[in-house]
């Protein structure tokens, strides 16, 4: 009985962990979507399990950003199904992604990570906004404005 309760503690305080991390990117996207980008959460997927973020750019740009977040690490799985993702989702939604939809892993526990990984764009919560505005070509309104 101990050694159950304990298990499903630990599955609680994961879940809790994973939530909040997904909370801290949801809010960073936010500030895109007062931008005129389109923000979905949660898409399923057919491969199972969902897509925890999707940040479609202006429809002028054509790109879409499939974002999996983790909060502080990740493993080589993690980057080829974000990959995998993409490819679905540049197939699946020709209109959303006419250039192309871009994987991102995206560690909402960490600061000031930004690199490329087997073609996925590893980044923190932080540099999230930044790095898609760029990726995108679009630039973020002046704070005043928002």
């Known amino acids: 009985s101990t050694l159950l309760s304990r298990h499903w503690l630990r599955l609680a305080r994961r879940s809790n962990v994973g939530a909040r991390s997904e909370q801290r990117v949801r809010a960073q ?3 895109l979507a007062r931008e005129g980008w389109r923000i979905r959460h949660s898409m399923r997927w057919h491969g199972g399990g969902d897509v925890d973020h999707l940040a479609i750019a202006p429809w002028s740009v054509g ?3 499939a974002i999996e977040t983790k909060t502080r690490t990740y493993r080589p799985h993690d980057l080829a199904r974000i990959s995998a993702v993409s490819q ?5 939604r020709p209109r959303w992604c006419r250039h192309g939809a871009v994987p991102i892993i995206c560690l909402a526990g960490t600061r000031g990570i930004e690199r490329w990984e087997a ?4 980044v923190s919560a932080d540099r999230l906004v930044p790095l898609l505005s760029r990726l ?3 630039t973020p309104k002046p704070r005043f404005l928002r």
């Not at 679905?88 to 699946?92: G, T, V």
């Not at 073609?119 to 590893?122: C, E, P, T």
């Open 29 to 31: 996207l936010e500030r």
């Open 136 to 138: 995108a070509g679009t």
């Open 119 to 122: 073609g996925v764009a590893v």
């Open 63 to 65: 790109l879409a950003f």
């Open 88 to 92: 679905w989702l540049a197939k699946r």
